[in-house]
């Protein structure tokens, strides 16, 4: 892939962000989807810290993190979700997770010598089971949902914290 | 003569008792604290002494011998458990010791009361944890899960959380006295910085610059667990400094200029100087202009009442975020001839400054970082930017250092807004005469994204949301340096270059070394006079915090609190930090 042709995919991945999804229809989820979930919650929350720029809802943020993006309203697919977190997204601070992202040209056909400044930085190496898992929790509790509630809240941080009492009606 | 020889019998039974019994440090006063070195053995206060300079007068650890010194003991900590934003608490504690009694906290408050009289290993005698809320403090720390240290007083240790609360424990059990609610982090404030105890007073600051706190100072009477006094570090409606928010409307009320590092005290004019944090929303300036003080600036204040005597701005209407929080060591110099009487800081703009503690007025400026663009200089009579236009409400500075509402995305930055200097303290040795400034080098951009309102000021943010008004970006690697500047010029008398950005600070000893931390997991020692580097140690993860030194029977250790957080800031460019892993240690050296 050329740089000018990966502008035009990185170009496009930015536009879907922007555009409001569909809510995702829910279905029941089986007892290993449930895992799955709290699997890829904890990953959102501690191991891969997604939440630090992200924010706990996913509802985006500015600061030291850079400017993150509401994964809320995102209208990425699944599989452009898996590819957004192995590869991050050159040109911002969204990072890689796949360890081997950039060795070969697996991410957009570009190594990080190709890449060098707009390289995406380097966050924390993920299995493909746990980047699956972090998207499962992502299209199970956030993408398309809207704005967050005291019991998403509740559920994300649990009870013995009053993290969630601005948000109690 | 009676009275000699009874005396004499009170004496001996003393001695006897002191012989049968542990020996129990005496309180902690006033007096004691003034003349903290008087007592290399004990590392008693935060920065060492009063006047912030982090120095110590043993020497059996010195140039010669430095080369045989090893590991005496290592004691495993906790704290580094995840909460809120972050993965890891973090340890930028600085120890204090006093009779061979090791004070360290965590990040997350718990402090840890070490015997390490035999000098052979160390045991936790006590340990406080203050079960901090750890999601609901953690979510408004803007950068890290941190707390930098107790204090001693009378037969208590004063301590902090991050969620705001101040403790007395009694110095022998660890058994709170009492707590004070003094941060609300209801409305993002947070604590982190080491008590300041001046008498019976414990000065304390807030944290929460990034989420639209309005700083402040606070003392309270350590005898009652009442505050006394609180002071904002950004002038109400009425006082004077409150006209340079020019916005109209009001938009101090969430203007930032917090308080995370521990002030220095001048017992000769009772004042204490207390560096002030940068202005909110961080790179959004034209959503506060004016020159917005007491943001990035130091103010001289009284102990007794909070009240401010003076101010100094460093960076008007700072779109930079660079924070002035760290450490204003006092020197007592000649400069030009004349004897002095200085304030001096390492400034997170990347100018070394020296003012007159008496009122404020400028000295001398220099710059100490290797690459700086954002003015091409200080004014020599005031201080302030060249390139500061004081017709202007919005500062410019030089073009592309910083971002706007026009041109969001700032080109290059240098230093970086993570400084220059940013909280990791510097050290001063007095007989070399040379201030150690540990830093951070290299640059890179920020970017402004237009700042709502708060919800009490008609807008959608509400409290303990980001107000940062935009973001940073770092895309190429920073690396760190270790200086030796003459204060009384700014000469840069030796220079040397770190591997990574410092953010653990330096310890000069009359050994004639500094000691020195790194992301790494090395533990450094210089020479002072030429900053060779003449010993390390590797941990094996990261060092954030600062090394002190202290002795027990005739024996002198350093020790320095090891691992925690690896910071992403850090490791996210320096692939050979990638796999190491957090720990939360107390390393103890010894010859």
């Known amino acids: 892939m050329t740089a000018a042709r990966l502008a035009i995919g990185i170009t496009a991945l930015v536009a879907l962000g922007w555009i409001f999804a569909a809510p995702a229809h829910a279905q029941t989820p089986s007892a290993e989807d449930l895992r ?13 810290n997604c939440q630090f720029c992200h924010k706990w809802d996913a509802s985006g943020d500015t600061g030291y993190g850079g400017i993150a993006l509401s994964l809320r309203n995102s209208a990425l697919t699944r599989e452009q979700f898996i590819e957004v977190v192995k590869c991050g997204r050159p040109f911002t601070g969204m990072p890689y997770h796949d360890r081997f992202s950039y060795t070969d040209k697996r991410c957009y056909g570009m190594t990080l010598d190709e890449l060098g400044k707009d390289a995406p930085p380097m966050g924390e190496f993920l299995s493909a089971r746990e980047i699956d898992a972090v998207v499962k929790y992502l299209f199970a509790k956030v993408v398309g949902h809207g704005p967050a509630t005291y019991e998403d809240c509740v559920e994300f941080w649990g009870q013995n914290t009053r993290q969630c009492e601005p948000m109690k009606k | 003569m009676k009275t000699l ?37 004990n590392w008693l206060l935060h920065h060492g002494n009063y006047e912030g300079w982090r120095f110590s007068q043993l020497k059996q650890i010195n140039t010669d011998t430095v080369k045989n010194l090893k590991v005496a003991f290592t004691v495993a900590l906790g704290g580094f458990e995840s909460g809120g934003r972050y993965k890891f608490g973090n340890l930028e504690g600085t120890p204090i010791v006093e009779d061979g009694v090791i004070y360290v906290t965590d990040g997350w408050g718990s402090v840890y009361a070490i015997d390490a009289s035999t000098g052979k290993k160390g045991v936790i005698k006590w340990k406080f944890d203050p079960g901090t809320d750890r999601a609901w403090a953690g979510d408004v720390a803007c950068c890290g ?34 707590e004070l609610k003094v941060a609300d982090p209801t409305i993002a404030e947070t604590i982190t910085l080491a008590p300041l105890v001046i008498r019976d007073l414990a000065i304390v600051g807030s944290a929460g610059g990034e989420f639209g706190i309005r700083g402040w100072i606070d003392a309270t009477d350590l005898n009652t667990g009442k505050q006394v006094w609180r002071t904002y570090t950004i ?37 204490f100087y207390q560096g002030i944090g940068n202005a909110g929303p961080d790179w959004d300036p034209e959503y506060r ?9 130091v103010l001289a204040l009284s102990p007794n009442d909070g009240k401010i005597k003076w101010g100094y701005q460093y960076t008007p209407n700072d779109p930079y975020d660079f924070d002035e929080i760290s450490e204003h060591p006092l020197i007592n110099a000649k400069v030009n001839g004349e004897d002095r009487k200085l304030v001096v800081h390492a400034a997170r703009n990347g100018f070394f400054y020296a003012l007159d503690r008496t009122n404020g007025s400028f000295i001398l400026g220099k710059q100490y970082v290797d690459e700086l663009n954002w003015t091409p200089g200080l004014d020599p009579k005031t201080g302030r930017p060249l390139n500061y236009n004081p017709n202007a409400d919005v500062q410019e500075y030089a073009p592309g ?18 400084g220059g200097k940013n909280w990791q303290p510097s050290a001063y040795n007095p007989e070399l005469k040379l201030l150690y400034i540990p ?40 690396y760190g340096s270790l200086k030796a500047v003459d204060p009384t010029t700014g000469e840069i008398k030796a220079r040397l270059k770190l591997d990574y950005p410092n953010y653990s600070g330096a310890l000069a000893t009359a050994g004639n070394l500094v000691f020195l931390g790194h992301a790494d997991g090395s533990l450094t020692a210089h020479d002072a006079n030429t900053l060779q580097e003449v010993w390390s140690f590797n941990a094996g993860t990261g060092i ?38 957090t720990a939360s240690m107390l390393y103890v050296f010894g010859l």
């Not at chain 2, 029977?553 to 800031?569: E, H, M």
């Open chain 2, 439 to 478: 830093s951070v080098e290299g640059c890179n951009s920020v970017e402004t994204v237009e700042q709502k309102d708060f919800v009490d000021q008609g807008g959608p943010i509400n409290p303990r949301e980001r107000f940062a008004g935009g973001a940073q970006k770092t895309t190429q690697r920073l």
């Open chain 2, 235 to 271: 002038p109400g409606a009425g006082e004077p400094g409150n006209e340079t928010w020019k916005d109209g409307k009001e938009r101090w009320k969430h203007g930032g200029a917090s308080v995370w590092e521990t002030a220095t005290y001048d017992p000769e004019s009772d004042t």
């Open chain 2, 289 to 297: 202009p004016g020159d917005n003080k007491w943001a990035a600036s």
């Open chain 2, 401 to 418: 250092s910083h971002s706007s509402r026009a041109n969001p995305k700032g080109e290059r930055l240098c230093p970086s807004h993570f």
């Open chain 2, 5 to 41: 020889a009874f005396a004499g019998a009170l004496m001996g039974s003393l001695l006897a008792a002191t012989a049968l019994t542990p020996v129990q440090a005496a309180d902690m006063t006033h007096e004691r604290a003034l003349a903290a070195g008087k007592e290399p053995n």
């Open chain 1, 36 to 48: 799955a979930i709290d699997f890829g919650k904890e990953i959102y929350k501690v191991k891969a």
């Open chain 2, 544 to 581: 954030n915090a600062p090394p002190i030194s202290f002795a027990v029977d005739g024996k002198q250790y350093i020790a320095v609190l090891v691992g925690s957080r690896q910071s992403p800031f850090v490791t996210g460019l320096a692939p050979e930090l990638k796999n190491t892993s």
């Open chain 2, 145 to 178: 899960v941190n707390n930098r240290g107790v204090a001693l007083w009378k037969d208590k240790v004063i301590s902090i959380a991050l969620d705001g609360r101040l403790f007395s424990l009694n110095k022998a059990t660890g058994e709170m006295v009492w």
